[in-house]
Nanobody, 117 residues
Framework: QVQLVESGGGLVQAGGSLRLSCTAS????????MSWFRQTPGKEREFVGS????????DYADSVKGRFTISRDNAKNTIYLQMNSLKPEDTAVYYC??????????WGQGTQVTVSS
């Protein structure tokens, strides 16, 4: 079993940037495709993006494409979500998970991102 802990959230003005981290313990993440999701109160959890095991390719939701970048450092057992040009609608709790958009597990506890206008 792998445990995931997200960090790096906070309050930022629109147009600003944040970098989230997701650090794993219990098992190496090198064997997993890893994904980021986000959720706001009253809404379903939304896929943000995923990254292949090697980090060679990533997939993003249309809403964040061109602004967000996922990367990974398997040696540090960590993945990252670089968020640029943030918008108020990006406000959410961000989660990482093992697996893909459609098949995922081992959720972290989430980190709050708030973008002020």
């Amino acid at each position: 079993q792998v445990q995931l802990v997200e960090s790096g959230g906070g309050l930022v003005q629109a147009g600003g940037s944040l970098r989230l981290s997701c650090t794993a313990s219990g098992r190496t993440i090198s064997v997993y495709i890893m994904s980021w999701f986000r959720q706001t109160p009253g809404k379903e959890r939304e896929f943000v993006g995923s990254i292949l095991r090697s980090g060679s390719s990533s997939d993003y939701a249309d809403s964040v494409k061109g602004r967000f970048t996922i990367s990974r450092d398997n040696a540090k057992n960590t993945i990252y979500l670089q968020m640029n040009s943030l918008k108020p609608e990006d406000t959410a709790v961000y989660y990482c998970a093992t697996g893909t958009r459609y098949a995922n597990s081992n959720w972290g506890q989430g980190t709050q991102v708030t973008v002020s206008s």
